[in-house]
């Protein structure tokens, strides 16, 4: 039973001391974006259970594969907050509490915002372009998904997981996250699981960007530090 806990604490240990240190000293105020962002998502799935406001929130907030680009991208980042309505609400808001504040914790409450906007902006983006090349393409798509209505913080939270666990060097964490993710569209071939795949593939670009501008700094710190002129790429 013992044998895990050294790779545990390898994987999680330091993602975990950050998180417990934070909740610990400043509790709840450590998450105000991510309890806003609970809060913003229960509202709009109130509304939209209403007579009066199932419009209004598919017209600021749902984003469809076939409507005009410029509709698409001004909708997406309110899609992220409005709940699927073939899914329990309760899921939405407990991926958002937990992975958001984790990431809001780790990374601060603007590149957690970013983060999750290129992850979902990605799984937008590729519907459309699966749309143009066709089924018969890969990874092309079916017409018929361009009136899927595509909103939820789903995409958000795989990225921001993959973000993390790349962040902390919590690899394997990020493998069976990737594996899970390649597995439900092997299972359930549907548009969300094809998303989350491109919103993965959107983030590890990022992780990759990220890693070269560090190391690009790294350079330019030890040039600076031995006194030679710094190496700009």
Known sequence: MSAPAPWARAEWGLLYATVRRALRTRGWRAVPMTLGAVCLT????VVQNQSWG???VQNT???????????ALVRTPLSLFVPALDLPVWGALAQILVVFGIAEICLGWWRTLVVAYVATLAGTLYARAGIALGPHRPPGLPGTYALVVDTGPSAAVVGLAVFLCWRYRAYATAGIVIGAMAAEVIVKDNLAGKEHLAAIAAVLVVCCLSAARHRC??????AAGSGL?????
Do not use: K, M, N, T
């Not at 229960?42 to 799935?45: D, H, I, S």
């Not at 002129?229 to 790429?233: M, R």
């Open 42 to 45: 229960a509202v709009l799935q």
């Open 54 to 56: 199932y419009r209004l």
């Open 61 to 71: 907030g749902a984003v469809r594969a076939g409507d005009p680009l410029w509709l």
């Open 217 to 222: 700094s790294g350079r330019e710190r030890a």
């Open 229 to 233: 002129p710094p190496i700009h790429s």
